[in-house]
T-cell receptor
Framework: DGGITQSPKYLFRKEGQNVTLSCEQN?????MYWYRQDPGQGLRLIYY???????QKGDIAEGYSVSREKKESFPLTVTSAQKNPTAFYLC??????????????FGSGTRLTVV | DAKTTQPNSMESNEEEPVHLPCNHS???????IHWYRQLPSQGPEYVIH???SNVNNRMASLAIAEDRKSSTLILHRATLRDAAVYYC???????????FGQGTRLTINP
């Protein structure tokens, strides 16, 4: 079955370490997105990509980096510059790069805890 | 970005219908109305979307006001598994991303 896979589901890291979250989709979707969710809050956009080797900053890109070397993959690196990295991270994809009549398919998320 | 307004929380009983309201008074003629829901510790899932006409699918119905300034997500017979946060989102013409608000936290009582 097609879908989006995020791994790992839970991730623990020491403060000051970089960490990379994986997101893979086999839906042949063009666009991919990373969102961050803090407890009791809505989703905030970190980065998005509409085509291979290109990506744009979202609302809270500072302290994060991404790459899009393959259509299927959009990994997110949480760097040591991110001041409050503990959060629930969600990856999504969309068939169309301009949404209107299309929506998102989400992964099941990665819960990152920095100690 | 066009904004939506939803109640922070709602409560209903199992096996009863639930009407979740959403106001979007600044909507333009080409903006789609999307609904997603998020169960605890999971990613959001698509529920339904529409433009002008009411829409039905196996999960829910979407009733859109004639002036399109508001809409209502209808769960016809709530179950405990419908307890979730429901997000009403406008997908703007040419938009490259969806903007999520706080949503409505729906509690279902047995």
């Amino acid at each position: 079955d097609g879908g989006i896979t995020q791994s790992p589901k839970y991730l623990f890291r020491k403060e000051g370490q970089n960490v990379t979250l994986s997101c893979e989709q086999n839906l042949n979707h063009d666009a991919m997105y990373w969102y961050r969710q803090d407890p009791g809050q809505g989703l905030r956009l970190i980065y998005y990509s509409q085509i291979v080797n290109d990506f744009q900053k979202g609302d809270i890109a500072e302290g994060y980096s991404v790459s899009r070397e393959k259509k299927e993959s959009f990994p997110l690196t949480v760097t040591s510059a991110q001041k409050n990295p503990t959060a629930f991270y969600l990856c999504a994809s969309s068939l169309a790069t301009t949404l209107s009549n299309y929506g998102y398919t989400f992964g099941s998320g990665t819960r990152l805890t920095v100690v | 970005d066009a904004k939506t307004t939803q109640p922070n929380s709602m409560e209903s009983n199992e096996e009863e219908p639930v009407h979740l309201p959403c106001n979007h008074s600044t909507i333009s003629g080409t903006d789609y109305i999307h609904w997603y829901r998020q169960l605890p510790s999971q990613g959001p899932e698509y529920v339904i979307h529409g433009l002008t006409s009411n829409v039905n699918n196996r999960m829910a119905s979407l009733a859109i006001a004639e002036d399109r300034k508001s809409s209502t997500l209808i769960l016809h017979r709530a179950t405990l598994r419908d307890a979730a946060v429901y997000y009403c989102i406008l997908s703007l013409q040419g938009a490259q991303k969806l903007v999520f608000g706080q949503g409505t936290r729906l509690t279902i009582n047995p």
